[in-house]
């Protein structure tokens, strides 16, 4: 199946501090790629849809200027936790999907602990 | 509105089957999915089901899907202690966003 790399796997930030989270599809084209965020024992929640070279489509209560997602190419889309504070502390996937194809493929996750 | 709803937990021993079941409210879901996913990881697709489907089998995997009442299911035969995990359903929309529960917490005892 297709390959979604998500990097770093783990991060700890100062409180105050902006955090760069990397998404990448290393085998097709992600027209779409999806922001999720899950808290300890509690489901998934999307937080963001972007579309290569458009600006992201944010959920209702999600901060826009708090969390930046960029998809500036096929491959890589960023999301950046800014001024993060230890309520931002959480596991962060995203998901990658091929124009045409339905099925949506997930990196691993990055946990991010802001102390 | 979008809502997708498990049971929390199963707890079956080792041999047996499981059955994990899945409500969802959404009429314009495409694909309904079952994820798995181990501590700290990722999510890990197991199996899918196309909406206008009713059964799909995968080797241990059975899904089934009333779509009249919303309902899917994912059966494990011979549950192995292996297959603990947490296991999400997910509704497909047709804009590409997913719908996920809230997870069931698979526990295998030996």
């Known amino acids: 199946g297709a390959v979604v790399s998500q990097h770093p796997s783990w991060v700890i930030c100062k409180s105050g501090t902006s955090v760069k989270i990397e998404c990448r599809s290393l085998?097709?084209?992600?027209?779409?790629m999806f922001w999720y965020r899950q808290f300890p024992k509690q489901s998934l929640m999307l937080m963001a849809t972007?579309?290569?070279?458009?600006?992201?489509?944010?959920e209702q209560g999600v901060e826009k200027d708090k969390f930046l997602i960029n998809h500036a190419s096929l491959t890589l889309s960023t999301l950046t936790v800014t001024s993060a504070h230890p309520e931002d502390s959480s596991f962060y996937i995203c998901?990658?999907?091929?124009?045409?194809?339905?099925?949506?493929?997930f990196g691993q996750g990055t946990r991010l602990t802001v102390v | 509105g979008e809502d997708v709803e498990q049971s929390l937990f199963l707890s079956v021993r080792e041999g047996d089957s499981s059955v994990i079941n899945c409500t969802y409210t959404?009429?314009?879901?495409?694909?309904l999915y079952w994820y798995k996913q181990e501590p700290g990881a990722g999510l890990q697709l197991l199996t899918y089901?196309?909406?206008?489907?009713d059964m799909k089998q995968d080797q241990r995997l059975t899904v089934l899907l009333n779509k009249k009442d919303k309902h899917l299911s994912l059966r494990i035969a011979d549950t192995q202690t292996g297959d603990s995990a947490i296991y999400f359903c997910?509704?497909?929309?047709?804009?590409?966003?997913?719908?996920f529960g809230q997870g069931t917490t698979l526990q295998v005892k030996p």
């Open positions: 998901s990658a999907r091929e124009a045409g194809n339905t099925e949506a493929f």
């Open positions: 085998d097709f084209q992600a027209t779409t």
């Open positions: 972007s579309n290569e070279g458009s600006k992201a489509t944010y």
């Open positions: 959404d009429s314009s879901s495409t694909y």
């Open positions: 089901i196309f909406s206008n489907m």
């Open positions: 997910a509704e497909g929309l047709d804009t590409g966003k997913l719908i």
